[in-house]
């Protein structure tokens, strides 16, 4: 990052959708070597926009991005949803989610990721919401390194195969 440019993070808007696709899709190419082929998420963009504009509007929701003059350079996503008690059958508890988390390649190791859950952390505080999580492939080293970095704890795997 060039000295005296200034990023800022803010809440996405719907004018910055055609910036956020395109940082979409390339969040897909970078992740694919991380799922299988078949997993490949293909983005069909009126949809996209239609889906999009529900999730920012969204009150138990929260997309940020990341602007440098401008030009998004990096995008946050996280979400609260009830899930039931551990051993309790009927007790809900609403806990937070990270749905996604990108950052381009020139603005990695910028505190980007920390600001993005500074801000995250401050909405699930104020929705009084005590703690949350995120999956991450197991090859994805440098997003385990930067969320064990940022107290982040690994709880458990989950597993896959795939059938032919």
Do not use: W
Not at 67 to 88: D, H, R, V
Not at 102 to 118: A, D, E
Request: proline share 1%; hydrophobic share 35%; charged share 30%.
């Amino acid at each position: 990052m060039e000295k005296g440019t200034k990023m800022i993070i803010c809440k996405a808007t719907e004018k910055d959708f055609e910036q956020y696709y395109l940082l979409q899709q390339k969040y897909n190419q970078e992740i694919d070597p991380y799922y299988h082929k078949d997993f490949t998420i293909k983005i069909n963009k009126k949809e996209y926009h239609k889906e999009f504009l529900k999730r920012i509007n969204k009150k138990s929701g929260l997309i940020l991005v990341a602007k440098e003059k401008n030009k998004i350079i990096g995008l946050f996503e996280g979400t609260i949803f009830m899930i039931n008690k551990e051993g309790l059958e009927h007790k809900i508890d609403k806990v937070g989610y990270i749905n996604n988390v990108f950052i381009t390649q020139k603005y990695r190791g910028n505190q980007l990721f920390s600001k993005f859950l500074n801000q995250y952390e401050c909405f699930l505080r104020n929705k009084k919401i005590k703690h949350y999580s995120l999956n991450v492939s197991k090859i994805n080293k440098r997003a385990i390194k930067a969320y064990i970095k940022e107290g982040l704890k690994i709880q458990e795997y989950r597993m896959q195969k795939v059938l032919k």
